[in-house]
């Protein structure tokens, strides 16, 4: 069974920074391109990062770029959002989701993770 | 960027209805848009991929067509468990853009 499990959210400070993770199993990993999407309180699905399975291709929405970092550790099965230069507008509830190649594209997603940038 | 629209926003509908939710991109995306379905509190479901194409398990009263800028999202006869908020999203290009969501309440 396919499992993807966020951790590491949290409340932090505008300006702070604050690293999520994404523990995936029941599937081969290192064979799938990996996905953040959040969605803010009350609002709807935001796309925030994509990465490629041996993380040669990485991409960002406008929003995040030049501050967020998406990662990947293959051997440990996890994905990885860094959070930096956090602002207010950045609070939501961030969800992983593999992509399932071809064209499948998010077909499997995590509970989701909350997080809240206030001072 | 691709901007997506649905209509309509939101809807409401009785159980054993046929409800369509439509998704407008602002240029062309081939076939390269999906649907889900989100309850509240829960994380997205995947319903629909490549425009037309059902996610394994998911029952066939959801169906989706369309192709280019126009699609469709239909349920042949609403059950209670189908009271959610559905979105449409395009994989055609990055940056990958959801629509803005369709509610679809009990009447």
């Known amino acids: 069974e396919v499992q993807l499990v966020e951790s590491g959210g949290g409340l932090v400070k505008p300006g702070g920074s604050l690293r999520l993770s994404c523990a995936a199993s029941g599937f081969t990993f290192s064979s799938y391109s990996m996905n953040w999407v959040r969605q803010a309180p009350g609002k709807g699905l935001e796309w925030v990062s994509s990465?490629?399975?041996?993380?040669?291709?990485?991409y960002y929405a406008d929003s995040v770029k030049g501050r967020f970092t998406i990662s990947r550790d293959n051997a440990k099965n996890s994905l990885y959002l860094q959070m930096n230069s956090l602002r207010a507008e950045d609070t939501a509830v961030y969800y992983c989701a593999r992509e399932g190649g071809g064209w499948l594209p998010l077909d499997y997603w995590g509970q989701g993770t909350l997080v809240t940038v206030s001072s | 960027d691709i901007q997506m629209t649905q209509s309509p926003s939101s809807l409401s509908a009785s159980v054993g209805d046929r409800v369509t939710i439509t998704c407008r991109a602002s240029q062309g995306i081939s076939n390269y848009l999906a649907w889900f379905q989100q309850k509240p509190g829960k994380a997205p479901k995947s319903l629909i991929y490549?425009?037309?194409s059902l996610q394994s398990g998911v029952p066939s009263k959801f169906s989706g067509s369309g192709s280019g800028t126009d699609f469709t999202l239909t349920i042949s006869s609403l059950q209670p468990e189908d009271f959610a908020t559905y979105y449409c999203q395009q994989y055609n290009s990055y940056p990958w853009t959801f629509g803005q969501g369709t509610k679809v309440e009990i009447k």
């Open positions: 990465i490629s399975s041996s993380s040669s291709y990485i």
């Open positions: 490549a425009a037309s």
